[in-house]
Every structure is written in C-alpha cells, then in structure tokens.
Nanobody
Framework: QVQLVESGGGSVQVGGSLTLWCVIS????????LAWYRQAPGLERELVAR???????NYADSVKGRFTISRDNGQNTLFLQMNSLKLQDTAVYYC???????????????????WGKGTLVTVSS
C-alpha cells in the first residue's frame, strides 16, 4: 500500500535549522506534486511548500527565503530544509503526494492525495 513516512522532526532553538524528509513507497500512478503541510495546535493545516512535476516550487509567504523543498526521485524521498527557524514554525509537519491515476482505457483519470502521519517540530527560545 501507499506509505509516506516523515522523519527529522525534533526540538530546535530560534534561529536554528532542521531538515525533514519523507520516504514514499507503494504509489501506482504518476506523482503530480509533492508538498509539505503543517498544523499547529488550534490552527488549520496549511501549505508550507510544494514541488511540482516540472520541478517548480511554491512556498508560503511565511517561509520564503528560509525553507527549501527538494526531492530525490531515485530514492523516492522528499526533503524540507528549514533555516532561521521561528517560534511560529512550531507544528506537526506532514508530507503529501498528489497522484494521478488512470482509471480506464479511455484515459480517464482521478487525482488522489496521500498523507503521512506527521513529524513534530518544536522551536523554542
């Protein structure tokens, strides 16, 4: 089955750095995009960064210039490098894969999202 497993979370002081990674397996279909989301207690889950199939990227304004998303297709791994961490970066970070699946011979397709269970990042002063 499809599995997305995040790793790399932990505790870090303000201004520090941390790298997250997500190992993806079991996908049957074409990956359209990979993304990192995060959710802090009491807040809704928000997009942090996305990397598209063409390699282009998108970042939340709050992390631009500090975070970098990348992928290693050979190892089926997604990375998030986080620098200059702030208190408000504290959250559970989730890996998401947007997968397109061809469902019939006519070429009809559906898009499905797959999620990891998350990894906690805690930034303290």
């Amino acid at each position: 089955q499809v599995q997305l497993v995040e790793s790399g979370g932990g505790s870090v002081q303000v201004g520090g750095s941390l790298t997250l990674w997500c190992v993806i397996s079991g996908i049957r279909g074409s990956v359209r995009a990979l993304a990192w989301y995060r959710q802090a207690p009491g807040l809704e889950r928000e997009l942090v960064a996305r990397i598209n199939n063409d390699g282009s990227t998108n970042y939340a304004d709050s992390v631009k210039g500090r975070f970098t998303i990348s992928r290693d297709n050979g190892q089926n791994t997604l990375f998030l490098q986080m620098n200059s961490l702030k208190l408000q970066d504290t959250a559970v970070y989730y890996c998401k894969a947007d997968v397109r699946i061809i469902v019939n011979v006519e070429g009809a397709s559906v898009d499905k999202d797959y999620w990891g269970k998350g990894t906690l990042v805690t930034v303290s002063s």
